[in-house]
């Protein structure tokens, strides 16, 4: 039998550690890099302040393609809507050898929910 997306992200949540919008906060402040792995209209609707977008389908090309990504002990937080894509990217971190990589548990809708802040690109004025 075939699996579906929601069996994979089940396996994949067995395999991660999520953690709590509440607990995520404090890292927004701190060398955390926070990825936000849906898609760039998705990301320009709102996001995590500070959160760089990378979606889930181009992740593993640009962190193995860049400079910057090559330290396996660099703290990463992913985040999606409401956390299945952000669980697989999570794994697909790990196995590419990142060590201290979390995803946030119900995603950018629970970040929502909670009332926490949320970043909106600034629209270009046409004065």
Not at 36 to 51: F, K, N
Not at 53 to 63: D, H, S, T
Not at 84 to 98: E, K, N, P, V, W
Request: net charge negative; proline share 7%.
């Amino acid at each position: 039998m075939l699996k579906t997306a929601h069996d994979l992200v089940e396996i994949a949540k067995q395999q991660i550690c999520e953690v709590a919008p509440l607990a995520v906060q404090p890292l927004l402040h701190s060398s955390t890099r926070i990825i936000d792995v849906r898609e760039p209209d998705e990301y320009a609707a709102g996001h995590l302040p500070g959160a760089v977008n990378i979606p889930r389908g181009m992740l593993e090309f640009k962190v193995s393609g860049e400079a910057d990504w090559q330290n396996p002990e660099q703290a990463v937080l992913l985040y999606c809507k409401t956390s299945g894509r952000a669980a697989l990217a999570t794994c697909a971190l790990q196995s590419l050898g990142f060590t201290q990589v979390r995803s946030m548990a119900g995603g950018f809708d629970a970040w929502q929910a909670a009332g926490l802040p949320i970043e909106k690109p600034a629209l270009p004025k046409f004065d």
